[in-house]
């Protein structure tokens, strides 16, 4: 069974990178195929699907966060992160990540237990 663990600051000053990482384990990120994903809520938006890798290492990226969402990973460790430039307040929200089928957050098999990260100075 496929487990993820989140890791990463809970805390990001307005105007820096939001980083988090995700820990498989039960799985290979590189030999499961799934998307890994990344996905976050928001009061009154409701869960938003980011982007993901793909066991391939292709990526892919929601529209709405393209231009400055960058997803990586580390396959020695069975990671992968994300990063999310020049955040404001409205980034604050909890952060998944998740892998399933498919680039789409109703469709995801696995979860993590989610984060909130804040954006303050």
């Known amino acids: 069974q496929v487990q993820l663990q989140e890791s990463g600051p809970g805390l990001v000053k307005p105007s820096q990178t939001l980083s988090r990482t995700c820990t498989v384990s039960g799985g290979s990120i590189t030999t499961d195929y799934y998307y890994w994903s990344w996905i976050r809520q928001s009061p009154g938006k409701g869960l938003e699907w980011m982007g993901a890798?793909?066991?391939?290492?292709?990526?892919y990226y929601s529209p709405t966060f393209k231009s400055r969402t960058s997803i990586s990973r580390d396959t020695s460790k069975n990671q992968f992160s994300l990063q999310l430039s020049s955040v404001t307040p409205e980034d604050t929200a909890v952060y998944y990540c998740?892998?399933?089928?498919?680039?789409?957050?109703?469709?995801?098999?696995?979860w993590g237990k989610g984060t909130l990260v804040t954006v303050s100075s």
């Open positions: 890798i793909r066991y391939t290492g292709s990526t």
């Open positions: 998740a892998a399933g089928s498919s680039l789409s957050a109703s469709d995801m098999n696995y």
